[in-house]
């Protein structure tokens, strides 16, 4: 099936990661040109013809608008973003007890990083709008947002406020800059990465998590990546403001004996 992506310019934040790995692998086998964005490691993104690797760290706005630049300047306008990158801080944190500085990292990274990239996305948008031709940003949320996480409600806020304020008022200004732009958002559940890989190696959550899918299994970074592709792709040319869950049917209640 043809997903016009080939020969696009595809940036995914967070690329360095366990999901931004697998999304980077997609894009370039469907004949994309990827910028990959890290902060602190590349570690498996090698830089190659079709791959142009940028380092920012999220809370600089100065290293967000380099970062677009630099990938503007290398593969020319950027038709497709995907905010992919986060933090989830593993200790268990009640509201009571969660430090401001802990809250604000939080939201600093995982909601207004991704307010930053955007921007950036949109300026370049704005400037380079005749050579697109279905322009899309894809924000990587989390069930966090749809059912909260006890411990983590800094987490849960953020991916909220993506998957829903963001995703839908961005979709509506996209479409001022180009008729045919679309906004988007994925919800994974659990994923088997570096991220989740500390509670994931406790049997008793693993067991507890799968008692809420339909689907008893962890989903796989290309589990999430290829929702990604497909909201990217021209396959979903009528599909914006909308939120595809990858979660293997979680509900927020117990649906299996342990
Ligand atoms: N894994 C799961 O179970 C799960 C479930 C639901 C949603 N998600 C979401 O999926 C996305 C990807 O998660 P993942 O599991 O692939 O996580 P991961 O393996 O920990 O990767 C996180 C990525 O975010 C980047 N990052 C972290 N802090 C940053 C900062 N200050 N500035 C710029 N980049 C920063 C990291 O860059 P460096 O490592 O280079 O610093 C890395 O590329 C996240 O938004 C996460 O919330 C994950």
Known sequence: METGLRDTHVFITG?????GL???ELYLAEGARVTAHYNTDPRELVKSERLHLVQADVLSEDAV???VQSAVEKFGVIEHIVINHGIWIEDSVPIAD??????????????TGAFLFTREYLRQLRENVDNVSTPSIVYIGSTAGIFGEEH???????KSALMYGMTKSAKNEIVRIHPMGRVNAV?????????AEGALADSKVVNRVLSTMA???????????????????KLAAHTSGDIIEVTGGMEGRTLHDR
């Not at 690329?15 to 999901?19: L, R």
């Open 215 to 233: 689907l008893r299994k962890i989903a796989t970074p290309t589990d999430v990546a290829n929702a990604t592709l497909f909201l990217t792709s």
């Open 152 to 158: 983590h409600a800094d987490y849960s806020s953020a």
């Open 22 to 24: 697998a999304m980077v």
């Open 187 to 195: 919800a994974p559940g659990w994923v088997r990465t570096p991220m």
């Open 98 to 111: 969660m430090t401001l500085e802990q809250w604000n990292r939080t939201i600093g990274v995982d909601l």
């Open 65 to 67: 608008r380099s970062a």
């Open 15 to 19: 690329a360095s990661g366990g999901i």
